[in-house]
């Protein structure tokens, strides 16, 4: 049963590097993506915590800002 | 007409979503898997090398409909000059690119075995070809050009240029003599693909477009952060 899996009657080889390919694909882009996310989160959250007081708050006021710190992955001010 | 699509409500949405999506693509995706490698039957003609279609058809349909949506975005931009569509186009691209490339490969992996060559140079492979330089030009150019109004006007042409490319890939196993075989699925005259082929090949398409709503979702967040972050330094 598992040597017809993999074999598939000499198509083993064929059918299984196909599917190896496009999965390693769908890791490297998500991978891709979610390192370029995490960086520009780290940045974000960096910039904000050497914001000056005066800045911080109307920094705060704008709703956008509220809802990407909310939301960062990385850490909660 | 374009209220609902500003980047602070739909960030509310992008957010939230990517975790939700993930897994159920993990989810759709072990099915398809199984499914396509085990549970659906073997060709009669092609064998087991049939399989290679669960992940080569769904690439090539995806890679397909991303340029189109783009394309049309493009449109939209160009004659209403919406500065918030930019970062839509911009952010279904990767998975587009990825997917015409994935048709490719797997295309050629299966073409070994079925034709006897790896590469042909036919119709369908050389326009399938040529969308992803598309893909590639479009994704390069938001990397080369840094007047935003330049910007969105050669990405969109770029994008609408590309469009007079997919007819040619649809039609093209018609229009031509090609080794490429016809379609097997067609919306309106039926399919002939059997029911215990065609699920397999379903569950697979859904899974792929979970993974591309996943990677637009996540990059749609990070062109907003960095924009953001652009703005931290103009406080």
């Known amino acids: 049963m598992i040597n017809d899996i993999i074999y598939m009657n000499g198509y083993g080889i064929y059918v299984w590097s196909a599917f190896s390919f496009t999965m390693l694909s769908f890791l490297t882009l998500y991978t891709i993506i979610k390192i370029q996310m995490v960086k520009e989160e780290l940045k974000f959250n960096q910039k904000f915590a050497n914001l000056a007081a005066n800045k911080v708050n109307s ?5 956008i800002y509220r809802e990407i710190l909310n939301n960062s992955s990385i850490s909660k001010i | 007409m374009f209220k609902n699509i500003e980047p602070l409500k ?25 499914e396509a490698l085990i549970l659906s039957p073997e060709d009669y003609i092609q064998s087991h090398s049939v399989r290679i279609m669960y992940v080569h058809v769904p690439s090539a349909w995806l890679s397909l409909s991303l340029f189109s949506i783009i394309g049309v975005l493009s449109f939209v931009i160009l004659i209403f000059k ?3 569509l930019p970062l839509i186009t911009k952010s279904l691209a990767p998975s587009g690119f990825l997917f015409s ?20 140079w036919d119709t369908r492979i050389i326009s399938m070809l040529i969308l992803a330089l598309f893909y590639l030009l479009y994704i390069l150019s938001w990397r080369i050009f840094q007047n935003k109004k330049d910007l969105n006007n050669i990405t969109s042409i770029i994008s609408i240029v590309g469009l007079i490319n997919l007819p040619i890939i649809k039609y093209s196993v018609d229009w031509w003599s090609t080794l490429h075989q016809p379609s097997s699925i067609n919306l309106i005259n039926g399919s002939s693909i059997h029911q215990s082929m065609l699920i397999p090949l379903g569950i697979m398409t859904a899974a792929f477009a979970l993974f591309s709503i996943l990677i637009f979702l996540m990059k749609y967040n990070t062109e907003l952060i960095k924009i953001k972050n652009k703005g931290l330094d103009r406080l």
């Open chain 2, 10 to 34: 739909i960030y509310s949405i992008t957010s939230k979503a990517p975790k939700y999506v993930f897994f159920i693509f993990i989810l759709i995706l072990s099915i398809g898997l199984v």
């Open chain 2, 82 to 84: 919406n500065k918030n």
């Open chain 1, 59 to 63: 920094a705060k006021n704008q709703k």
């Open chain 2, 101 to 120: 490339i994935i048709a490719l490969v797997t295309g050629s992996i299966w073409g070994k075995p079925t034709w006897g060559t790896w590469w042909a």
